[in-house]
């Protein structure tokens, strides 16, 4: 099928924002005809209770097998152990359940059907008024501005899948993303969310981000700009700051090269691990444009067919979220590049391989606050994986560069209270400094190396 050929198909959907009054998501689920989901279903709540409460008799259960077994008294029948072979394969099924997106047996639970590629798809009912309905909004609303001190409102969005990781290191990893993305959050006034939910299931993997994304932009006007970073991502460079006022004049900014996107129109031009969308009407047309390519299917399938065919270097495999927003810059460049920065000047996105094994040189010769190949400001775990049974990298050195990335950034933190990691690779911390009868001093130097913006600081 050639790209000439091929059209982005969208669920149909039908009503609009009412004039003057600001939409939200509950008033576009409804008007888009779906049943709300911030509820769980009756049938789902009694399956969760019922299922807690048979963990917490097997686990009595179990408490008494180990119990008796270690006293060395057996007072067991065959019939017992029968039952109690019974009970043990029982909670493996309880537990393989909690593990699993889907309640199989609640009756409440709409059964999954594939995308008609016959029909439209959308991420709700068209909007087109929403920057005269959020400055309205914003106008009656002074008590949550979308400014504060000159500086644009930033909303930091991350997450994972609702489920247990396949690889149980994997959540102690995901735990330590978390806290490095609150501890950079927490220091330059960023709010931040933290997302587990499925909102759509036809968006699923890579496109799981764009529904969250507009369901927060509606949900949260008085947000500038929404900052979406994968959570194999952490910040490196705790004390760099995004220069926003270079920003001013567009609303999409993404870490790229010109040349690879222009030039070769390469398929890694752009990398969408960690981009900033500004809450504003072109966002919303731009994701509307963006998402008719990702249900999962046919529709998906075809577009990566188009996507292989046009973007150099791109595998054969279904359409991903980056290649799409690449193809569709490039294809309809009139309509929005004017409109995207394209970030080079800093590692908004850093690849790892190369990075990491050269911590100890950038503490030896540089500083934080440059945010560049010197000190990258953001290390992204292309390829690692560390929730998923597989990836394109070893786990242990995908795991031990990510223990490094941690430390390197948590050091920049603990270091306000006086203490650093023993090494790169140790969790133990060392004390770095002595405590003093002055230790504003401390906080002082500290609070100056956050918000000076030169990059000028030791």
């Keep these: 099928m050639g790209q000439d050929n091929f059209t982005p198909l969208k669920r149909s959907s039908t009503g609009a924002a009412a004039g003057g009054v600001l939409p939200t998501t509950n008033a576009a689920s409804a008007a888009n005809g779906r049943t709300g989901r911030g509820a769980m279903p009756r049938g789902r709540q009694i399956q969760k209770t019922f299922n807690n409460i048979k963990i917490t008799i097997l686990c009595g259960f179990v408490t008494i097998l180990v119990l008796r077994g270690t006293i060395g ?76 001190d000159g500086k644009p409102k930033i909303l930091l969005v991350t997450g994972s899948t609702p489920k247990p990781c396949d690889n149980p290191i994997g959540d102690h990893y995901l735990l330590k993303s978390v806290k490095n993305k609150i501890d950079y959050c927490r220091l330059h006034g960023i709010e931040i969310i933290y997302n587990m939910a499925h909102l759509d299931k036809e968006l699923s993997g890579y496109w799981a981000k764009l529904p969250l994304l507009r369901k927060l932009m509606l949900s949260h006007p008085e947000i500038e700009w929404i900052w979406w970073m994968d959570s194999d991502a952490m910040f490196t460079d705790m004390v760099f700051e995004l220069p ?142 560390p929730c998923g049974s597989y990836g394109d990298y070893p786990v242990e050195r995908c795991l031990k560069s990510m223990e490094r990335a941690f430390n390197f950034a948590d050091n920049q933190v603990i270091k306000l209270y006086g203490f650093g990691h023993r090494g790169l690779l140790s969790p133990k911390i060392k004390r770095i400094r002595n405590d003093t009868a002055a230790p504003l001093e401390f906080v002082d130097q500290f609070r100056h190396s956050v918000t000076d913006k030169s990059g000028s600081q030791n």
């Design 244 to 385: 926003m006022d270079k920003y001013k004049d567009y609303n999409l900014v993404v870490h790229g090269y010109h040349d690879l996107m222009f030039i070769q129109k390469s398929w890694i031009a752009l990398n969408t691990g960690s981009f900033l969308f500004r809450n504003c009407q072109w966002s919303l047309d731009l994701l509307d444009a963006w998402a008719p390519y990702g249900p999962k299917g046919v529709i998906r399938d075809e577009a990566g067919k188009i996507m292989t065919a046009y973007l150099k270097g791109r595998p054969a495999f279904e359409a991903d979220d980056q290649s799409a927003l690449i193809y569709l810059l490039l294809t309809q460049k009139d309509k929005w590049i004017d409109k995207v920065f394209i970030e080079s000047e800093f590692y908004l996105h850093g690849y790892w391989v190369g990075l990491v094994d050269r911590y100890e040189e950038m503490m030896e010769k540089y500083h934080p606050g440059l945010g560049d190949e010197r000190w990258p400001f953001v290390t992204h775990f292309v390829g690692c994986k």
């Design 73 to 148: 008294v057996n007072f067991s029948s065959p019939d017992e152990e029968t039952i109690n072979q019974q009970l043990i394969e029982e909670a493996n099924r309880v537990l393989a359940e909690i593990r699993s997106d889907v309640d199989p047996d609640d009756p409440d639970e709409p059964s999954d059907s594939e995308t008609n590629p016959n029909a439209t798809y959308s991420l709700g009912p068209k909007i087109s008024s929403w920057d005269l309905d959020r400055k309205a909004w914003l106008s009656h609303n002074a008590e949550f501005p979308s400014h504060v």
